[in-house]
């Protein structure tokens, strides 16, 4: 279910490595090829205001449909990760269906005109909302400044339970030594990693059956001031597996608070999971003023 990259110090040289398959990674494009899940993973109908959210996103390659995984912050507001977000064009489609489908589609129709994205319309008698990017979100260029946030604001007001943000510093406050006994649990609609039919019996990510599942993973490395990064092998026996493609946009919790949204991962979908962290100032109060507004 997850991936990731590594860094500072030595730590910046392994993250730059891991940016180049970041996109790919997390924010998955759901074309004719199947799109993908978590590395392990447990399927979940615990966490039911997770929801799986599917838009048009404009980019170097034109406009294309992209999936990836949010968590109801308040009735009206989903968050997610900013690289689901920026570009988008026309509505965003959500679900909080624990299976979205045992393949080999997801059913959801694609846009009659993918430049304008979905339509009000189009999306008539479903849950849909309109994207917003953190006004700082760097596009993976500064990690001082990395703010991959972006939120998806709904139209309607749902009734799934909230989730609350995990407090100011609350990573910070982690002793170094206690990092990596610190377990996390990240959300989300991505890929498994499995074997295929036929072919080359390589591990490769699967997409169906597409669903919500749920992972464990121990913290790693330096607590940044923005990142951090947890370890998603599935052979770790502190854990349970790792993110993968349409992770993006998924929480990460801690003790039942949201402590991150899953960012980046490495092309594996194993070992590292880069986490945005939301008990920053950048983050809360984006959000508090966002939450307030609608």
Known sequence: MRTGARGWGIMRTKLAAALAALI???????GVAPAQASTGGTSDTEHTGV???????????GTQRSRCSAVLVSPTVLLTAGHCTYGVVGKTYVSFRSEISPGPTTGLPPAKNPAVGYTAVELEGEISGTAQTHPGYS???????WNDLGVIVLDSPVTQPTYPLAGLGTLDAIRPGDVPKTIVRAVGYGDVM??????????TPIAFPMERRYVDMPLEGKIEH???????NDNDARGTGGICFGDSGGPVFLNGEVIGIVSFGSKNCRYTAGIQRVDIAEAQDWLARLTSAV
């Open 24 to 30: 790919s990674v997390f924010a998955l494009v759901v």
């Open 194 to 203: 499995g074997k295929p039919d036929s072919g080359p019996q390589t591990p």
């Open 51 to 61: 929801a799986w959210i599917v838009s048009y996103i404009q980019g170097p390659q």
């Open 139 to 145: 596009q993976f260029t500064d990690t001082e400044n």
């Open 226 to 232: 923005q990142i951090v990064e947890a370890n998603g």
